[in-house]
Every structure is written in structure tokens, then in C-alpha cells.
């Protein structure tokens, strides 16, 4: 007969869950031998698409196929996280900072269900990642030891197994003629021929709040079917300023919509240094900022059919995000750009390993606390003494 029944059902959760986390947390510090991580899932693909659907709009995407002792790695991650997923049409949520976010009314909203592994999160990277912390590194690194780039492809794997995304690792070659910047491009887009939803990220540009799914933002952002692209503002500075003055948008995070509409923008947008339709673009190809520049000083301004996002449509189909939401750090506060949705730790970039931290730790604490002394086993857990008064060896009732 089963004993779980005698407990309550934060208890029994951390049952569950507890094994596993001391089984992630064996495997990141090397705990586990050579053998067994050569059974464990590879998070890389090729650059052909797996999908022969040639129509991007594909309402069934499969699921990522892995192998491997933590098959259910994504199922328990879903229960640990579950008490503190934020519906996607919930009307507010509240950043880390305590600012409140609304959603625009319920008839405006956009998504009202998970769109699931129709999301891609995507990290593309031309950097082997196989030295001591690295997370191609022959053996596990200790935590000390994780470097602050693991740390961040880790916590999009997290987001991505939170709300039941696909999430993708591209080992990118790199362009003989230009930086390895470019590269994010040219695989968004070849990402976008097999998913919905691609949203690129630097290692360094992170979810805060992963228990706030990508949909919630989608709606807040009002990033409906016609916006092909959205990127967040880059900080008030005459560094971050385009050709024409304007300020950049910041590429290290990207949420890209699939169209044709899109394809045909990202190709030119690839091609841009090649001058074919972008006089001038060539000067970023190994001078800052590369790709960014590149879209910021010329395709956004003349992309598609010669739209502009200076008018409509044009500026319906690159939404530009404010840059104290979807960019920044707290520490870049002073700067309007503090990171309250999505941070970009531009500004420090070792801190990744503090946000993905307190990424798993703002999970496990409620559950934790819960359980132990605010219901679930603190009837067992807690002893209640303060009736009684102490003498010497002896715990004796209080006097009436």
C-alpha cells in the first residue's frame, strides 16, 4: 500500500520532484561518469530544416525527439514550475521590480492557449563551448565553474521546458567574409521555415520571470499576425544611434513571426552586406554593430516592397519594444533600460549565472516554504512549544 496518500499534496510533489532535482543538480557538478553522458539528449541540428513543409504556417509542429535517461526531464519541470505559471490571458502580472503590467481588454487578446512546440527558442552560437564550464565540456563543470554563457543557454533551455516550447542549439559555421554575428540571421530564418514562432537570444539575454509564458507578452506586446519582427530599443547614447539618428534596435533578442513576408525580409537582411539592394551595408561586416547596424541603418527602412517603419504598414511590421522591458538590467536602470520582461546583461554579462540562479531557486523556494512551514508538513515538521516554560532539564506547562 502506497504512503504517499498520508501526505499532503505539497509533500508529495517534493517527493517527486526532489530526486530529480538532486539527479540535475549531480549532473552539473560532474557527479556522473563519462558514460552516462554520452547517452544524454544533443540539443543540435544541421542546417537543413527536418520539416518538407514548405508553407510556414504550420499548425503542427512535432515534438523534439530525444533519448536518454532524463526522457522526462520536460514533464517535471511542467510540475515544479506549475503552481507559478501565469495564464496567458491573465489581465496582470508583476515584474520583479513590482512594476504591474496589464493586458489590453479580453476582446483585444491575441493568444488564448499555449502554442506548445509551435515556439522555437533559439540560441545559435559559431563557439565550440568545449572548454572547462562549457556546455560541450568533456565533463560536467561544478557550479563554480559554469561559465556565464552555460548559464545562460541553460536558462532558455529551462523557459523552454516550462511552458513546452521547442528549443534548438545551433552550432553555427562561420562566414568567411563577415563576423560570426551574422550567422543569428541567416538561422532564424531558416528556423522560421519549420516553426511559428522563432525567438532568438544571445547567451546573455535572459526571461527574469520564466513562469511568464512568451503568449502573455505576445498579447501585452499586441505582436499580432501582421508584425514580422520585434527587437527592443537600444539605450539613450550616441553610440546606439542609426545612420539616420534614430536610436538601434537591439538584436540579442528577437521574437520573428513566419511569412513569406518574413523570408523574404530576412534574406535581405542576410545579404545586406552584400550591397545588392543596401549601399553602405558592407562597412558592418566585422564593425560594430554587425548585424544589428546592419538591419538598424538600412533594411528597416527600406524592406519588402520598399516599406519603411517610418509610416504604415511598414511600421506595423517591425515592432520596436521599449527598451526598459525587453532590454537592460536593473543595473542599467538609470539608463530606461532595467530588463522588467526580458534582460539583456549587456551591462554584465558574468551575471547570467545569478539569473539563472534565482531562475530555478524562485521555483523551489514557495514550494519549499509551503510545505514545511505554511501548511502541506507543518503540522509534523513545526513543534509548537510556546505553552510551555522551561526549568532547568525540564519542559513543563505554564502555570494557569
Known amino acids: 500500500m502506497s504512503i504517499l496518500p ?9 517527493l517527486v520532484l526532489l530526486p ?24 543540435v541540428i544541421t542546417t537543413s530544416p527536418s520539416s518538407t513543409n514548405d508553407a510556414p504556417f504550420h499548425g503542427d509542429c512535432a515534438a523534439n525527439q530525444t533519448s536518454g535517461p532524463l526522457d522526462n526531464l520536460s514533464s517535471i519541470i511542467q510540475a515544479l514550475y506549475a503552481p507559478l505559471v501565469v495564464p496567458i490571458t491573465n489581465p496582470t502580472f508583476t515584474a520583479r521590480d513590482g512594476t504591474v503590467k496589464r493586458l489590453p481588454p479580453a476582446s ?5 492557449k499555449s502554442l506548445g512546440k509551435r515556439i522555437c527558442i533559439l540560441d545559435v552560437d559559431t563557439r565550440p563551448h568545449t572548454d572547462a564550464g562549457g556546455v560541450f565540456a568533456s565533463s560536467f563543470p ?26 534548438k542549439f545551433v552550432q553555427a559555421p562561420t562566414y568567411k567574409d563577415r563576423a560570426p554575428h551574422w550567422t543569428k540571421v541567416i538561422f532564424t530564418q531558416e528556423l522560421l521555415k ?80 552584400n550591397e ?7 562597412r558592418y561586416k566585422d564593425v560594430i554593430f554587425h548585424e544589428q547596424a546592419g538591419f538598424s541603418s538600412h533594411v528597416r527602412y527600406n524592406f519588402l516592397d520598399g516599406l519603411t517603419i517610418e509610416e504604415e504598414p511598414g511600421k506595423s511590421m517591425l515592432r520596436v519594444l521599449p527598451c526598459n522591458e525587453a532590454n537592460g538590467i536593473p543595473e542599467k536602470k538609470h539608463m530606461g533600460c532595467s530588463g522588467q520582461l526580458v534582460r539583456h546583461y549587456w551591462g554584465g554579462k558574468s551575471l547570467t549565472k545569478r539569473e539563472f540562479k534565482e531562475n530555478v531557486m524562485n521555483a ?37
Not at 6 to 14: D, E, G, I, K, V
Not at 30 to 38: A, D
Not at 376 to 400: C, E, F, H, M, W
Open 6 to 14: 498520508t501526505f499532503s499534496q505539497p509533500a508529495r510533489r517534493l
Open 142 to 167: 561544478t557550479w563554480d565553474a559554469l561559465r556565464p554563457g552555460s548559464a545562460g543557454f541553460l536558462s532558455h533551455y529551462l523557459y523552454a521546458l516550462i511552458h513546452g516550447y521547442t528549443y
Open 108 to 112: 483585444e487578446l491575441i493568444h488564448h
Open 194 to 273: 519549420e516553426y511559428d514562432i522563432v525567438v532568438m537570444l544571445d547567451y546573455d539575454a535572459v526571461f527574469p520571470s520564466p513562469e511568464l509564458p512568451l503568449e502573455w507578452m505576445l498579447n501585452y506586446w499586441k505582436i499580432d499576425d501582421k508584425v514580422m519582427v520585434a527587437m527592443a530599443e537600444d539605450p539613450d547614447a550616441e553610440i546606439n544611434r542609426d545612420l539616420k539618428g534614430n536610436l538601434n534596435v537591439n538584436t540579442g533578442f528577437i521574437i520573428a513571426q513566419a511569412s513569406e513576408n518574413t523570408q523574404r525580409m530576412f534574406k535581405d537582411w542576410a545579404e545586406c552586406p
Open 276 to 282: 545588392t539592394r543596401y549601399k553602405g551595408c558592407a
Open 364 to 400: 523551489m523556494l514557495p514550494l519549499l516554504l509551503q510545505s514545511a512551514f505554511k501548511g502541506g508538513d507543518a503540522t509534523s515538521a513545526v513543534v509548537d512549544y510556546r505553552n510551555k516554560t522551561l526549568v532547568g532539564d525540564q519542559i513543563l506547562d505554564k502555570p494557569l
Open 20 to 43: 530529480v532535482v538532486f539527479v540535475t543538480l549531480a549532473l552539473l557538478t560532474g557527479l556522473f561518469n563519462e558514460s552516462v553522458r554520452s547517452n544524454l539528449p544533443k540539443v
